[in-house]
Every structure is written in structure tokens, then in C-alpha cells.
């Protein structure tokens, strides 16, 4: 029986295609190519005057890559709002590979001690491909992105990958762009060098917050 492995996944990612599950439960994976895909440009990054002032309050720790595992578990768990997930077994074990050798990062809202919030993806020279995230208290999940974006930026990424538009992303600047045009973006990233670690992060996020567009 063929084993997909976390390499094969890399290589997937630099092709421009990404893996989903029919369900958690599935146990075979569809590989994705869409003729539009989602992108959220950095330079055009949209914080609402609201959120801003609850990322400068500084109500939740946050953290990077502490519980990346946990992360993927709670975006994998079901909610009134996401009756269904696209997670499944194969996903957790290859992202966490993925992550253990240093190509895959979480942001991670605490409170309390507790994790309540955040987000993970997969990042291969500027380019960061947004998985999945998830909000246990009000705002999390726009907190962690917030703090992701302003990262990303100072690291000298140049493209965010959301693989689809929704509703929520678009409220921050995210667009559709065509295949075509993804894939120069794409490769124009992977040619170059970033480390997703070496930020300062709190002169990130000031930068971000003093000079997005509202």
C-alpha cells in the first residue's frame, strides 16, 4: 500500500497543489489545482480599527510553534459553525512531519494557560500555504493572523497562500487570482530565502499595525 510522505508533500507544495480529506474519517486524500486560487497580499493587509486595538491590548500570549500538533487537533475537531472537517489522520501525521523538519509553523493564541486559538501552515522559501485555524475565544483566530501577516512581512516573505477566499479572509484583503498567475508568484517565492523564526516579533506587529490600511 502507497504511503504518502512528508518529502512527496513538499514537492506537492512547489507544483502548487495541496492535499484535502473528503472527511476526517476518510482514509484516501484529493489533490487540489483550482483555476482561481486565494491569496492574501501582504502589502495590502486589512486590520480593522476594532481588532487592532484588541492586538494592542495584548489580551492573549502568543506563541510559535509550542503546540503545533495540538493546533492541527483543535482545527480538526467539529464546531456548530464547521460541522464537517477536511483533516484526517493522514493530514495530522504529514503536517507534523512536515513541521519536525522545520517546514511547517503554528501560531498560537494562550489565555490562561489554555490554547484558544490559532492557526498552521506550510512554508517553503517566501511562500507560507495557510492551512486551517480555529477560535476558542472571540477574536483568536483574527489575532493569530494578525501576528502571522506582520511575521511573514519582517521575514521577507512574499506570498500567503490561502488556497480559497472565504468570507472571513476577504474582510482582511484576501483576493482570487488566476492558475497562471499563482504559480508565477509561486515561483518567484520559492527562488527566494526567509526564516520564518528570525523576527522580532513585537516590532513586527507595531510595524504592521502603524502602516496597514484600515
Not at 31 to 53: M, T, Y
Not at 184 to 208: M, P, Y
Request: proline share 3%; aromatic share 10%.
Amino acid at each position: 500500500m502507497f504511503t504518502l510522505s512528508a518529502p512527496l508533500l513538499l514537492r506537492a507544495y512547489a507544483a502548487g497543489i495541496f492535499p484535502m480529506a473528503e472527511s476526517a474519517d476518510s482514509k484516501e486524500l484529493h489533490w487540489f489545482d483550482p483555476e482561481r486560487r486565494g491569496v492574501l497580499p501582504l502589502d495590502r493587509f486589512h486590520v480593522a480599527r476594532s481588532l487592532r486595538k484588541t492586538v494592542r491590548r495584548g489580551l492573549f500570549e502568543m506563541r510559535f510553534d509550542s503546540a503545533f500538533r495540538t493546533v492541527m487537533e483543535l482545527c480538526a475537531e467539529t464546531t456548530d459553525d464547521r460541522p464537517k472537517t477536511w483533516i484526517n489522520e493522514d493530514i495530522v501525521r504529514l503536517y507534523t512531519e512536515l513541521h519536525q523538519a522545520g517546514f511547517a509553523h503554528s501560531v498560537e493564541c494562550w489565555l490562561d494557560g489554555r490554547l484558544v486559538g490559532g492557526l498552521y501552515g506550510v512554508s517553503i522559501g517566501a511562500a507560507y500555504f495557510g492551512e486551517s485555524m480555529f477560535s476558542r475565544e472571540t477574536d483568536a483566530s483574527k489575532v493569530a493572523l494578525v501576528h502571522l501577516v506582520a511575521r511573514l512581512r519582517a521575514a521577507g516573505f512574499t506570498l500567503l497562500d490561502t488556497q480559497f477566499v472565504t468570507d472571513h479572509l476577504s474582510h482582511f484583503g484576501a483576493e482570487e487570482i488566476p492558475r497562471a498567475e499563482y504559480h508565477r508568484r509561486l515561483n518567484d517565492a520559492l527562488e527566494r530565502t526567509t526564516r520564518f523564526a528570525a523576527v522580532d516579533q513585537a516590532q513586527a506587529v507595531a510595524a504592521l499595525l502603524d502602516g496597514a490600511p484600515l
